[in-house]
């Protein structure tokens, strides 16, 4: 069974941090890209982050770029996400998702788009408000 499971998500003032952590399990990690994307009510989900497993070369969308930093353990299966000087736009449910095809992956997320990715896992919120 393929699972993705985030965990760190939660409240935090602007300018504040938190660290998001996916941990995979079902399928051959290696071989897939995975990405974080995120989504608030009424607009369509975004992707901010991904890592190519092959090569681990890593990708930012331009709203994120130099605050947010990807990183893997690959012995734990485990992405996380560590968000620095939050915003209030940051606010969203943030998704953890895997793909096969790395290089599609990593050109929608670099460019905030959506793209319709293998796994998934359930989302958790981070809200950034004062």
């Known amino acids: 069974e393929v699972q993705l499971v985030e965990s760190g998500g939660g409240f935090v003032e602007p300018g504040g941090s938190l660290r998001l952590s996916c941990v995979a399990s079902g399928f051959p990690f290696d071989d897939y890209a995975i990405a974080w994307f995120r989504q608030v009510p009424g607009k369509e989900r975004e992707g901010v982050s991904c890592?190519?497993?092959?090569?681990?070369?890593?990708y930012y969308s331009d709203a994120v770029k130099g605050r947010f930093t990807i990183s893997v353990d690959s012995a734990k299966n485990t992405v996380d996400l560590q968000m620095s000087n939050l915003r209030s736009e940051d606010t969203a449910v943030y998704y953890c998702?895997?793909?096969?095809?790395?290089?599609?992956?990593?050109?929608?997320?670099?460019?905030?788009?959506?793209?319709?990715?293998?796994?998934w896992g359930k989302g958790i919120l981070v809200n950034v408000s004062s």
């Open positions: 998702a895997a793909d096969r095809f790395v290089v599609q992956t990593a050109v929608v997320v670099q460019n905030g788009g959506y793209y319709d990715m293998d796994y």
């Open positions: 890592i190519t497993m092959n090569d681990g070369r890593k």
